[in-house]
């Protein structure tokens, strides 16, 4: 393990279920073996809600680590904030997942289809087109 104070950051991840910019934030939670709280804007609309509250915008990741709030990051971006400030060790190990990449046309497909089965499960609006680009 790679941190270097005693104690673990207090760390609370606003992502989305099926995102390239997420999953490269949970890469990095998970190359440092570190404990978070993972809140998912798009199963939990209130979440989002909460993160727009806190951050004053929408997108995201974004990441609270001990009452520092992070908006729109990267996994880069996370972890060299975390180096910077002394919460972690750096480590030339590779993460396991790109850390500085948007969505694939894959995990687009994956959140269409999830909006889609949530919308069908709510009996959602009769003739509404979902597009699956």
């Given at each position: 393990?790679?941190?270097?104070?005693?104690?673990?950051?207090?760390?609370?991840?606003y992502l989305k279920t099926y995102c390239g910019w997420s999953e490269g934030v949970r890469a990095i939670m998970r190359k440092y073996e570190l404990e978070y709280d993972e809140k998912d804007i798009i199963a939990n609309p209130a979440f989002r809600w909460e993160m727009e509250q806190k951050t004053g915008q929408p997108l995201s990741p974004c990441v609270e680590i001990n009452g520092k709030m992070l908006p729109d990051v990267s996994g880069e971006e996370v972890e060299a904030w975390m180096v910077e400030n002394g919460l972690i060790k750096g480590s030339e190990a590779e993460p396991d997942s790109p850390i500085d990449a948007s969505c694939s046309p894959e995990q687009h497909a994956a959140q269409?289809?999830?909006?889609a089965e949530e919308q069908g499960d709510q009996g959602g609006a009769a003739g509404k087109i979902v597009f699956l680009d």
């Open positions: 393990m790679s941190k270097t104070a005693d104690q673990s950051p207090n760390i609370t991840c269409a289809r999830m909006e």
